[in-house]
């Protein structure tokens, strides 16, 4: 159409290089020369093909595509919302723009530079309660929780939670001992850092959460302190070496010991049983001899008297003695029974009696 804006855009190119050949002439019926129809429509293919590319680029940028590891963030005349089902998603050209944001865990290194190991001394040396120096090395692992936040919340959130965390690992590190950073109080001293820095990321609202943190090494600053903690620490190996010992040696001499005192107990309480019987059956014993002396009091002594002589008596040697001449008559067993013994002469002599 001669009305249509490339006709008037090839118009334009036609009058730019020619001049009209008579003023107020009317040339709009006279045709153009052969090559000037060619390259009017060379302009229109080029017009076309400039559409096409403008409507096939417009139509790309009413889709995009979601995976499993991103959140999608769009902004909708600067309204954000967060998209998080992975696949293909449609947004409206021009008014709608994507934000992709990761979901996977990210690191952040404190105290050191990854790789090398580099040590960071502003990061690194802390000061403990005991007034130690120490090199702390500490690994941050985070998510981005809230996509728009994350976003628009701060300027720089990993920035920010990096500044918390530093602040919270000095004043957690300060009210331990150097032995404990260095050697029993890592899982406390991380425990608790994370615990204080997850409270505070949360009261902050940026958009992050802490996974986890932990000590990555724990060393002296100086390696004269270094070697002292070395035999502080060699010292209280064989402080748990020698307690091992001991409560082995305890363990296994413990039951003997338990088992002597056992048997002693039962011998003693057979002992005490044996002359607790022993005591009631002569007290029983004497009960009936009294019941008897009662009803019977002068048989019952000469009875008794003659069962003590029964006793003593053949145990007994009698000595007589003369106190003029000095002599030592012995005197044998009055028993019948008892064997006839030859008995020595005293020393002072005499006839024997």
């Known amino acids: 159409m001669r009305g249509s804006i490339f006709d008037a855009l090839e118009r334009l190119f036609q009058n730019a290089g020619r001049k009209q050949p008579f003023e107020g002439m009317d040339t709009g019926n006279i045709d153009p020369p052969p090559a000037k129809k060619n390259r009017k429509i060379s302009l229109k293919r080029l017009g076309k093909a400039f559409l096409v590319l403008a409507v096939v680029s417009l139509l ?3 889709w995009y595509r979601l995976d499993e590891d991103n959140y999608a963030v769009v902004t909708t005349l600067g309204s954000p919302s967060a998209e998080t089902q992975a696949g293909l998603h449609f947004k409206i050209p021009l008014i709608q723009n994507v934000h992709m ?4 865990i990210k690191g952040m290194p404190i105290g050191y530079v990854p790789g090398d190991n580099t040590t960071i001394p502003e990061e690194a040396i802390m000061i403990t309660k005991d007034f130690n120096f120490v090199n702390t090395d500490f690994y941050l692992e985070y998510m981005v929780s ?3 936040k994350y976003l628009y919340a701060s300027e720089e959130p990993e920035a920010t939670l990096k500044m918390l965390a530093q602040s919270y690992i000095r004043d957690t590190v300060g009210v331990y001992n150097v032995d404990d950073v260095i050697t029993t109080g890592k899982a406390a001293i991380q425990s608790e850092i994370k615990e204080k820095l997850t ?3 949360i009261s902050e609202d940026i958009g992050l959460s802490v996974v ?5 090494d724990a060393f002296p600053p100086t390696q004269e302190v270094l070697s002292a903690f070395k035999n502080v620490e ?3 190996q064989g402080k748990e070496t020698a307690v091992n010992n001991a409560n082995k040696d305890r363990n296994e001499k413990l039951p003997q010991a338990e088992a002597s005192c056992d048997q002693i ?6 002992e005490k049983q044996a002359r607790v019987n022993e005591a009631e ?3 029983s014993r004497f009960e009936q001899m009294y019941a008897e002396y009662e009803k019977y009091p002068l048989i019952t002594r000469r009875r008794m008297f003659y069962e003590a002589m029964e006793d003593i008596l053949p145990e007994l040697k009698v000595y007589v003695t003369d106190g003029a001449t000095q002599k030592l008559l012995p005197l044998e067993h009055f028993s019948a029974d008892a064997p006839e013994t030859e008995h020595a002469e005293p020393e002072t002599g005499g006839e024997r009696e």
Do not use: F
Not at 212 to 216: D, E, H, L, V
Not at 265 to 270: F, N, R
């Open 212 to 216: 986890n943190i932990t000590i990555q």
């Open 199 to 201: 409270e505070r990321v």
């Open 101 to 104: 944001v990761s979901k996977i």
């Open 234 to 236: 060699n010292a209280k």
């Open 281 to 283: 059956g002569q007290a």
């Open 146 to 148: 809230d996509p728009i």
């Open 265 to 270: 107990i039962k011998q003693a309480e057979a």
């Open 60 to 62: 790309n940028t009413c």
